[in-house]
């Protein structure tokens, strides 16, 4: 039962049903962890196709995994609206962060189908397939496919088990060589829109449904080893130890301590290995993931430079080697502005109006907007949650997300 709303058959209601249904799939069981490619997405897919085709959209997979379904104008070589939004999942997610877009995108066409709405537009719904990173530690896979992004450098990245990304494919049956065109967007493509949780505080804070999407920060993700010397815990004096997650505990304050003299920087160490990792064994080796974000790619930049200089300080000073690798980095973009402005105005003709904000999460749609006009609407995430498995939203304002949907492409002008 979603927070606050009765069952009912609402159309709002069907979308959360969908979301909590989809959510039931997983590679966990007992929670909601989808990753790319896995047999759980591929099961997603297969629901997810049939829902489409119900809705008459012409469907197929692209060669990353994404899914996707066109309705076509009538009029011939019509330019195209993209709705968007992901299906992967990080470990143990909620039921409806990237899934909120797709399906809300997809009951918007359905009431354009009962509506026997005629738009000069084709409308192209994708379900993106590799948002959050978790499997080949690198985000935003599907959309740079769609981008024609994609780089060699990226099909060759392994998952823990050294599969890469090409054979990751091929073992689905789908084609890395074809990626170039198969997972182009439509010719045409003239505007895109997500639709995704806000997974931060205001909105609740503030009491407002929806809000629209002025920028989305850059980020940041690296991997950081630090390689002491695995000993025996009772006869190693402290003096002659070379351990590794001491440093990395010292490392893990100094990055702590680095947000919070430069606000509004967030930094984050999601993953900590420690090896060999037994109870009466000096820890050897550390393995660590950090996440790091802030408006201003200058000054995110510049943490990360810090934040090396305090890894190898750490080691140093116990004889320990400090390494580190960068990932990934996405540079802070803005919205499209006059699409942004048609969406707000749209949230103020179909209901309770929309503030702008700007995200602190990634997005997809940062990729997609150096390439077509993009904007973004949020829905309120109560209690700020995200990736965790109670998050949740409100029925009124899936339907006023839905209602500022159906306004904006109702009123879309070319
Ligand atoms: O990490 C993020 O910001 C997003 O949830 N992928
Ligand atoms: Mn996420
Ligand atoms: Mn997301």
Redesign the pocket.
Known sequence: MTEGSPQSTSRAAKIIDRCRELACITDVPGGTTRLFLSPATREAHTKLLGWMQQAQLETRIDDIGNVRGIRRSAIAGAPTLLLFSHIDT?PNAGPF?GLLGVILSLAAIEELNDQHTILPFNIELIALSE???IRFTF?FLSSLALTGQLAPAHLTRTDANSITVAEALRNVGLNPDRVPTSCALLPNTFAALEVHIE?GPVLDEANESIAVVRGIIG?SRLCFAFEGQANHAGTTPMPLRHDALAAAAEWIVAVERCAATHSPLVATVGRLEVLPGGINIVPGRVNATL?L?HPDDRVRREAVVILQAAAQQAAASRGVRATSSLESEQATFPMNAVLTTQLQQAAHRAGPGARALFS????DAMILAPHVPTAMLFVRSPHGL??HPDETVREADVEAALATTLEFIRTLTL
């Open positions: 990080v962060d948002e959050e990173g985000p997974q980020q996440d974000r602190g999460a990634g997005h995200s990736h």
